[in-house]
């Protein structure tokens, strides 16, 4: 139950609608000054007269109607409908202590006592939907319900002190109160699309069918049990702990603790032979393989030995088209479909025709992604075939055996003084985007060898001699 | 034993229906106040502020504090009695409920008159929001008070340094309620989904109704398209034409009589 008006979420939601209230209230206080502000005629009924009721003008239409609609001012007749007609039906101000400002949240005890008196006046006649209200109130506020009853009864009896225009008066401002703020189900969407169209605030209904959206593309969204996750979540930490240079030992020291760089020297992207723990971390899953430079040129080696090598070459191309600059895209997206996916084309990868279809009408509009699709399928395919493959191909052992472990250091006190001193800078990165670059181009300018190469190659070649399959290792 | 226990048993119990009588009057008197303090706070900023209405606002509020805090000794201090038996505590957990609504409420209509207070003042007539009141909420104070009449010889002094004290000792005020609120509900532990209230669901319609006011509210509730009041007009004027009609009627038949 909340005790005091606290708005700690609501706050940051409701902040538009504050500043269009605060406004409005200028406006509506400016209203008053009997000199410049709206003429006001009392208001005849049977017995009295009630002063104070306005009549609305053509060109204040719209804004009268905004204004009817938050609440701060109210049609005498046909108190359902918050517009302002323009006939000379009469209008009142609404007293501040119902205006709608957000500091005070409208309360459901308030409705229910408000409920209360209504059925006290009406001799238990009230509308259908104060009806339903009513009898949902009384069930969700069981427990203070003597309170409201006693305390309508209180207020009831309080408004019979008052002289009898008065009465009437503060009755309507409290019916006008509650058609704002608990509008019937009826003319709900009325009310609520008139404050939208006029004030161009979020309103309620904008919020809520926002949070309707929300929830249901939530429940749309694939779950994982969280005893599933967790376990993966403990699986990769027990896997990586030892490689973590923080957590655990690092060969042969940590540069950070001993200013000693030679553990990134024997780390470096295009180190010939890798440390041994780096070789290990191939082995953990294809994607650290595939983002280890190093792994990704053993990997290359050991394709371009099966004559496959097309597969990795249009990943490769694939990260380059979505990484790039925007201006190469047309240009990547059409050299990799002539070298790929194009009919007869040089390095034809082995897509299905669905994806195939697909990518093929993208490429009608080339766009970062348009690749997406045959990308992913290669990926799979390389590593439920080929990776599984390099595990256990000699290409791969010979790297292990070669991989070194270095020896851990044991630096003295001086020595680590010594190191602190003999501190330098690393490479530039723009110099080692240069010899990436290098390197990339030479690997290009050697022509590289697959099977479909080979097989037009030798079909050249002997066209009298039956082409038989060159010798894989 | 048994004996013994009864003899302790009556007592107790007639100790505990006074106790429960007292806090009952307590709260209904609390509760009538706080609906005067809300009709009074619903004329603030309305054409009908004025210095007066402040100052019943604040004789309202204070004795609505007063009763508060005696209310709050009185309860408390029953409550946390472990030795009270079950039915005095189901009564005394219903009245606990009823005085904490209305210490919100009270809390909510003092933040809002505060708040108020800031933007109308009294004394700038001419920014008053015009809600076509146009009596002062004297009378709702008396019956607030409980006094026959209030003395409207006192008018307050319109001072500046007045008006300032007074926006701190109500600052105070409605600091002094949520403590009260706080404090209750670490003190004593009232579980609310287990109260049950015993009142009806509907509040009976009081036999006194107006029913000149009934008709004349029933006015204001509107038909589409109809128009009651010309209904009403109408009926009048056909009233006084058959009463012409009558009397023409008597004259004619004692002209005829007589002649």
Known sequence: MTIRNTLRDHGQRYRPRMACLKKAEKVLLEMQDPKTGVKSQPQRLVITTIPHAITGKEEARNFGSMLVALGYIYPLQDHKRLVIKPDASLYRFQTPY???????????????????????????????????????????????????????????????????????????????????????????????????????????????????????????????????????????????????????????????LTDDVTYWTLNMPNVEIPTKMRVERWTFSFGELLSDPRGRDDFRLFLKKEFSGENLAFWEGCEDLKWGTAATMREKAEQIYKAFLARGAPRWINIDGKTMEVTVSGLKHPHRYVLDAAQTHIYMLMKKDSYGRYMKSPVFKDTMKKAICPEEHKFSDSQLEQNAKNRRPSLSPIILRQQEQEQRAKMAASAPVDITQVMSKLSKQGKEVPPRPPPKK | MPLVNNKVGDDCTVGTDKVLVDGKALVDSLIKVVACYR????????????????????????????LSVSICQHLTSHLRDKSLPEEQRKEMELLWVAFSSSLELLHIDMCKVFNMGDIFSPA??????????????????????????????????????????????????????????????????????????????????????????????SVDEEQPGHQPLCQRSRIFVLLLLFAVVLLAATLSVCVVFFS
């Open chain 1, 98 to 256: 119902f205006w709608p400002t957000q500091q005070w949240p409208v309360e459901d005890t308030d409705y229910a006592i408000y409920l209360a008196k209504r059925n006290i006046r009406k001799k238990g006649i009230l509308e259908l939907h104060e009806q339903e209200q009513y009898n949902r109130l009384h069930k969700w506020m069981n427990h203070k319900w003597d309170f409201i009853v006693m305390q309508a009864k209180e207020q009831y009896r309080a408004a019979k002190e008052r002289k009898k225009p008065d009465r009437v008066v503060f009755d309507c401002q409290e019916r006008a109160y509650w058609v704002v703020h608990r509008p019937p189900v009826r003319t709900h969407t009325h009310t609520h699309t008139h404050t939208h169209t006029h004030t161009h605030t979020h309103t309620h209904t904008h919020t809520h069918t926002q949070i309707m959206i929300f929830t249901q593309q939530s429940i749309m969204r694939p779950r994982v049990k969280s005893s599933v996750s967790i376990g993966a979540l403990v699986k990769y930490c027990a896997t990586y702990n030892s490689h973590d240079p923080f957590l655990s030992k690092c060969l042969p020291s940590n540069p950070w």
């Open chain 2, 39 to 66: 009709h009074l706070a619903s004329c603030v900023g309305g054409c009908t502020d004025s210095l007066q209405l402040r100052d019943e606002l604040r004789q309202t509020r204070e004795k609505a504090q007063k």
């Open chain 2, 124 to 217: 700038n007539t001419a920014a008053l929001v015009q809600t076509g009141l146009q009596g002062g909420g004297s009378e709702v104070a008396a019956r607030a008070l409980s006094l026959p009449d209030l003395n409207e010889a006192q008018t307050p002094t319109p001072a500046d340094g007045l008006e300032s004290q007074e926006r701190n000792t109500m600052e105070k005020e409605i600091s002094q309620i949520d403590h009260m609120i706080d404090d209750m509900e670490m003190k004593v532990n009232v579980l609310r989904w287990m109260v049950e209230p015993h009142g009806p669901q509907y509040a009976d319609p009081l036999s006194s109704t107006d029913s000149a006011s009934l008709a004349l509210l």
